[in-house]
């Protein structure tokens, strides 16, 4: 069955930088665009950074510039490199991929922006 197990979250800094990982099984990795979402205490969850399999990128507007996503195929993992972290950064970061119109989700990470 598919999987998606993120990693990586923690308590960082204003301005400090963090590496989200998402390690995924159970799929043809590459054949898949992947993206991370999250979601703030009571907000919606959205999306920040997808990543097609041809390894074009997209991101939110409101994370553009901070926010980089990429993919290691032989690895089966995608990772999300965020810099420039901002007190409203705090949420739990969420890997998605999208197969045979079926949403999968890994259990997110916690990403905490705080001095």
């Known amino acids: 069955q598919v999987q998606l197990v993120e990693s990586g979250g923690g308590l960082v800094q204003p301005g400090g930088s963090l590496r989200l990982s998402c390690a995924a099984s159970g799929i043809i990795f590459r054949l898949y665009t992947m993206s991370w979402y999250r979601q703030a205490l009571g907000n919606q969850r959205e999306r920040v950074a997808s990543?097609?399999?041809?390894?074009?990128?997209t991101y939110a507007n409101s994370v553009n510039g901070r926010f980089t996503i990429s993919r290691e195929n032989a690895e089966n993992t995608v990772v999300l490199e965020i810099d420039n972290l901002k007190p409203e950064d705090t949420a739990v970061y969420y890997c998605?991929?999208?197969?045979?119109?079926?949403?999968?989700w890994g259990q997110g990470t916690q990403v905490t922006v705080s001095s």
């Open positions: 998605n991929a999208i197969i045979y119109n079926t949403d999968y």
């Open positions: 990543i097609s399999s041809g390894g074009s990128t």
